[in-house]
C-alpha cells in the first residue's frame, strides 16, 4: 500500500500543476484585453521602493491650549509607490479641458511645457477622473505620506519650533519670522519650466521646487491635554494639505460665487499637482504571466 502510494505521488504533483496551468491559461484567456493607447503621451512615472520613514504628521496640534508642532512617527511604505515624474502640464490640462472633463482656468499658462497652476482641488480631481478613463488605469492625488515618501531627501519638515512648556510668546514669534525669512529667501523668482529643479534620488523631477503640489488629505486639528494625551480629533475636507518648499493647508476652492463661502475665489498661481497609479492586477502577477496577456 505504501508503496502504491509513493509512486502515485509524481503522477498526482504533475496533474494538479497541469489543472493549475490550465485554470490560469483559462483566466488569461478569459482576460478582457486592454482599451487601446490614447492619442496623447502617457505620463512619465517612477516607482519609489517600499520604505520606513520617520514622518511629521500632517495637522494641526495643541496641547492645554497652545499650539504645539505635530509629531514625528514612524511611517511604514509597504507596496511600492508609481508617481508621475513631473507636474501636470499646462498641455496636459488643455487636452482634459477640450474634452470637456475639466473646467477652463481662469489664467491658463502662456506655454504648454510649464506646470498647470492655479488648479482647484476640484480640477485636480477632474483630471485624475478624465486620465483614468481615458488610460483605463486609476490616477489619484497621492495622501501627504505618499508625497512625502515620493519626495524622499527634498521633503522639508515643517516644525515650527513650538515649545508647549514655553510661556513666552516671543519665543515663538522668533522661531515664525526665522522659519518664513528662510522660505522666502528660498522661494525667489524661478523658472518654472518642466525639469527646471531636476531629480530627487527616486527620479522625481521638481519636487518641493516653486509650485506647490495638492494632496488628498484632509485638514486635521488634534487637541492634546497637559500630559500629551490626545483627548479630541476633528477633520475637515473643505481644506487639504498642500505640499512644495513646506507644507501648508488650503482651501479647495469653487469658481461659483452664488454658493458663497470662503472657498470662492482663484488658486493661487503657484499650485499645481501631480498624480499617482495605483498599481492594478495585472501590475501584481509575475513578468512572465504578464506576457502572456492580452496587449
Known amino acids: 500500500m505504501a508503496t502504491t ?3 502515485s505521488l509524481p503522477g498526482l504533483t504533475t496533474s494538479l500543476g497541469l489543472l493549475f496551468l490550465a485554470g490560469a491559461a483559462a483566466l488569461l484567456l478569459a482576460a478582457p484585453a486592454r482599451r ?9 512615472t517612477t516607482i519609489v521602493p517600499p520604505a520606513t520613514l520617520v514622518h511629521r504628521l500632517d495637522g494641526e496640534y495643541s496641547r492645554a491650549g497652545r499650539p ?7 511611517v511604514k511604505i509597504g507596496a511600492p509607490l508609481e508617481i508621475m515624474r513631473y507636474q501636470v502640464t499646462a498641455a496636459d490640462y488643455a487636452r482634459c479641458v477640450a474634452a470637456g472633463a475639466c473646467k477652463r482656468l481662469d489664467s491658463p499658462a502662456p506655454r504648454g511645457d510649464l506646470p498647470v497652476t492655479g488648479v482647484s482641488h476640484t480640477d485636480a480631481t ?11 488605469a486609476v490616477w489619484r492625488l497621492p495622501s501627504d505620506r505618499e508625497w512625502a515618501h515620493a519626495a524622499g531627501s527634498r521633503f522639508v519638515d515643517d516644525a515650527r519650533g513650538f515649545d508647549p512648556d514655553a510661556t513666552n510668546p516671543a519665543q515663538r514669534w522668533l522661531a515664525d519670522y526665522e ?9 525667489d523668482p524661478a523658472p518654472r519650466t518642466i525639469g527646471s529643479f531636476g531629480a530627487n534620488e527616486h527620479g522625481v523631477h521638481d519636487i518641493a521646487g516653486n509650485v506647490w503640489e495638492w494632496t488628498r488629505t484632509c485638514l486635521r486639528r488634534v487637541t492634546q491635554d497637559a500630559a500629551g494625551t490626545t483627548i479630541g480629533e476633528t477633520g475637515n475636507c473643505g481644506i487639504y494639505v498642500v505640499e512644495g518648499q513646506h507644507r501648508a493647508m488650503m ?12 472657498s470662492v475665489g482663484t488658486p493661487p498661481d503657484n499650485l499645481g499637482f501631480r498624480l499617482v497609479r ?18
Open 36 to 44: 487601446p493607447a490614447p492619442a496623447f503621451p502617457l505620463p512619465q
Open 5 to 7: 502510494l509513493r509512486l
Open 251 to 262: 482651501t479647495f476652492f469653487i469658481r461659483n460665487p452664488k454658493s458663497g463661502g470662503c
Open 179 to 187: 522659519r518664513e525669512a528662510n522660505r522666502k529667501a528660498a522661494s
Open 126 to 136: 477632474d483630471y485624475a477622473a478624465w486620465l483614468s478613463r481615458e488610460t483605463g
Open 278 to 295: 495605483e498599481q492594478s492586477w495585472r501590475d501584481r502577477l509575475p513578468e512572465g504571466l504578464r506576457r502572456l496577456l492580452p496587449a
Open 68 to 74: 504645539i508642532d505635530a509629531p514625528r512617527v514612524t
